[in-house]
């Protein structure tokens, strides 16, 4: 055993990795590796007498924040240059795996697996205290890769709804601060006929992570029901969520007409944008970012007021 001067264990040293390993690690090959290093620099930095040249848990680090920049649509060597700038120290005692962050590509391997188990770990929102951040850099890139796969799948594997399950996992086990006093309702809706979209759980987790009784309306919800919903809980603001061109609006435009001074804040695709009945107290977000911004802003407002 290797011990310190103070005779405590020291910790057992993280093993270097040859290129293949680092390669699966991070989802491309090695010759991606390879050019990496004789490119930009991000080579193995360990080395001894008789054997090739290995990653450390900090070379992999590095990759790693590579690989997650140039996954987000940044220059290779912009990325290259964030990587080498950045100062990263592996945790001591750990494997590269286990001390580095998580990755889409990572996630998209678990989830073609059919691997749910494996994608709620990699999707915990432990590590990641910001869940706008945790959306928009690994979620969304996850299923966008997802989504322009053509899969063939055995039966019971769905990667799409291996990564939905390990989002829904990862909201409902995040702890909710409550303040003193009563917390602003919000009332997240979807568009009739629509199934709920995985938007929907990440804006009421974002919401409530700030402070907000952010509340998702299951089931059918018609014009009048909604306007006793609003009544019954005190919204402050209304965010109706739709993903269909021929989108169903039918709630937000007599919502509007019956209770003109509540916000309401309707998401849907560009393409739909002329079915929004556009009003003095009606917005149509976006993006995701906007829409929580801007849903914060009124519930806040509404509370200090």
Do not use: N
């Not at 290093?37 to 040249?53: I, N, Q, T, W």
Request: glycine content about 8%; aromatic content about 2%; proline content about 7%.
């Amino acid at each position: 055993m290797v011990t310190r001067e103070d005779d405590e264990p020291a910790a057992a040293p993280t093993p270097a990795l040859a290129v293949a390993a680092v390669a699966r690690r991070l989802g491309v090959a090695p010759a991606t590796l390879r050019t990496w290093d004789r490119r930009y620099g991000l080579g193995p930095s360990e080395h001894s007498a008789g054997a090739h040249r290995r990653y450390s848990a900090t070379d992999v680090e590095r990759l790693l924040i590579m690989r997650r920049l140039t996954l987000d649509g940044v220059a290779p060597s912009e990325s290259a240059r964030i990587a080498l700038a950045t100062d990263v120290v592996a945790e001591p005692g750990t494997s590269s795996q286990d001390a580095a962050p998580t990755t889409p590509t990572a996630v998209v391997d678990a989830a073609l697996a059919g691997d749910v188990a494996r994608c709620s770990r990699l999707l915990t929102l432990d590590g990641h205290p910001d869940v706008v951040l945790w959306w928009t850099g690994l979620v969304e890139p996850v299923l966008l890769a997802l989504a322009r796969r053509t899969v063939v799948d055995p039966p019971g594997v769905d990667a799409t709804f291996a990564v939905h399950a390990g989002v829904l996992s990862a909201l409902r086990d995040r702890p909710v601060t409550l303040g003193a006093g009563r917390r602003p309702v919000v009332l997240v809706l979807v568009a009739a006929r629509e199934a709920r979209p995985l938007v929907a759980h990440v804006l009421a987790g974002a919401l409530a992570a700030q402070g907000v009784d952010a509340r998702i309306v299951g089931g059918p919800v018609g014009p009048h029901h909604a306007v006793e919903l609003t009544a019954m809980t005190r919204a402050r603001a209304v965010v109706t969520l739709g993903e269909r061109v021929d989108v169903d609006l039918e709630v937000v435009d007599r919502l509007a007409r019956e209770q003109p001074d509540l916000p309401q804040f309707v998401m849907v695709p560009d393409r739909a944008a002329g079915a929004v009945p556009l009003g003095r107290s009606v917005h149509r977000a976006r993006t995701f970012t906007g829409l929580l911004h801007e849903v914060l802003a009124v519930a806040t407002a509404s509370v200090d007021g």
